[in-house]
């Protein structure tokens, strides 16, 4: 089965540092999504892209967050500087732009910033 | 984005059908109903999806009312690996067509 490919799986660091999480989508899909799950506020949107090109990331703290596709196979979502309050599981999704649009999530990225 | 509602908690005794409900009162008329499941430390996963009849799939059945204000995700056997949390989300057929994820329903298993 395709799959979509997260990396780091875990990452612990301290705040202030600069976290980069990267996200290989399913070849041909040309949506790619980012969420992010805590226990308080369950998943969350973070921002997603069509094509490349940013449809939405109302979800993201604009001051420190940013998402970018530099190509069609990579999505990063970079958080700059890092607070113990970013610490959850980032889950990035893909999926075709098309009829019910079933998305394939990846297996997440857990952050832990101290 | 229209609101789905679902019980918080479900139990169900392994090999036994389960039926998962959920209202969504205010859909439209183009909105797609999906369910995902999330097993303990994974992403959410695809079940199914549905517009208007129901449907079957290898993991479950979809099984919409006729005036689409509600719907129920059937398991037919329940087994100790279905134990998850399962979502059911109204999706819209405009540009944005993103997945809004409420809490959803803790399903729980029991041998």
């Known amino acids: 089965d395709a799959r979509v490919t997260q990396t780091p799986r875990h990452k612990v660091t301290e705040m202030g540092q600069e976290v980069t999480m990267r996200c290989q989508p399913i070849l041909g899909h040309n949506t790619v999504f980012w969420y992010r799950q805590t226990m308080m506020q369950g998943l969350e949107l973070l921002a997603y892209?069509?094509?490349?090109?940013?449809?939405?990331d109302s979800g993201m703290p604009k001051d420190r967050f940013s998402a970018e596709m530099p190509d069609a196979t990579l999505a990063t979502l970079k958080i700059q500087p890092s607070e113990p309050r970013d610490s959850a599981v980032y889950f990035c999704?893909?999926?075709?732009?098309?009829?019910?649009?079933?998305?394939?999530f990846g297996a997440g990225s857990r952050l832990t910033v101290l | 984005d229209a609101k789905t509602t679902q019980p918080n908690s479900m139990e169900s005794n392994e090999e036994e059908p389960v039926h998962l409900p959920c209202n969504h009162s205010?859909?439209?008329?183009?909105?797609?109903i999906h369910w995902y499941r999330q097993l303990p430390s994974q992403g959410p996963e695809y079940v199914i999806h549905g517009l208007t009849s129901n449907v079957n799939n290898r993991m479950a059945s979809l099984a919409i009312a006729e005036d689409r204000k509600s719907s129920t995700l059937i398991l037919h056997r329940a087994t100790l690996r279905d134990a998850a949390v399962y979502y059911c989300?109204?999706?819209?057929?405009?540009?944005?067509?993103?997945?809004?994820f409420g809490s959803g329903t803790q399903l729980t298993v029991l041998p």
């Open positions: 892209f069509r094509n490349r090109a940013p449809l939405d």
């Open positions: 999704a893909s999926g075709t732009f098309t009829g019910a649009n079933v998305l394939t």
């Open positions: 989300i109204l999706r819209g057929s405009g540009s944005a067509r993103q997945l809004t």
């Open positions: 205010t859909i439209s008329g183009t909105d797609y």
